[in-house]
């Protein structure tokens, strides 16, 4: 029996209809186990960024939680064009989302920064094939 618990979720790109539901199936995973409200909402924050740039930016790509006794763990691995200046991606309120994105609300380039700021461990991969992006959170 192994003590890591896994689960992966599909991205679809465009599919604004399913945007959150990966990352809100991750909240209730982490919620049932008993994990800490204030860190619960520390990974859905980053969860639900990293899953709208995919449906925004990517391709689609794959999200996957993984759950250790130490710590939770974010990976996310799309296709697509991938991110051409990570430095320029990483600063508050640098977006190349479109003026249609814009008015959905989202586009205001805070996505990165706030999944770095709420996240223990963060560190981004990108290149003209897609963007591979991991996240760990520490429990206690
Ligand atoms: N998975 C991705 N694939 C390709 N480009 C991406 C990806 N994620 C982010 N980017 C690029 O990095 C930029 C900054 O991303 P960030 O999430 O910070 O802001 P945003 O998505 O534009 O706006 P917000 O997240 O505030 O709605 C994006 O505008 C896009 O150019
Ligand atoms: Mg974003």
Same mark, same amino acid.
């Given at each position: 029996m192994s003590d890591v618990f896994k689960e $992966?979720?599909? =991205?679809?790109a465009?599919?604004? /209809?399913?945007?959150?539901e990966a990352s809100a199936k991750i909240k209730s995973i982490l919620r049932m186990i008993g994990i800490d409200p204030a860190l619960t909402r520390r990974v859905t924050i980053a969860s639900y960024e990293a899953e709208l740039n995919m449906i925004?930016?990517?391709?689609g790509g794959v999200m $996957?939680?993984? =759950?250790?006794?130490?710590?939770? /763990?974010?990976f996310c691995k799309d296709i697509g064009?991938?991110?051409?200046?990570?430095?320029?991606?990483?600063?508050?309120?640098?977006?190349t989302a479109s003026s249609d994105v814009r008015m959905m609300g989202f586009g205001a380039g805070m996505?990165?920064?706030n999944m770095?700021?709420?996240s223990d461990e963060f560190s981004i991969l990108s290149d003209t094939?897609?963007?591979?992006?991991?996240?760990?959170?520490?429990?206690?």
């Open positions: $992966s979720f599909d =991205i679809e465009g599919d604004f /209809a399913s945007a959150g925004i930016h990517s391709l $996957s939680v993984e =759950i250790s006794p130490d710590a939770i /763990a974010l064009p991938g991110i051409a200046d990570i430095d320029m991606a990483m600063q508050e309120g640098y977006s996505g990165l920064p770095k700021r709420n094939n897609g963007t591979r992006l991991n996240m760990r959170f520490s429990i206690i």
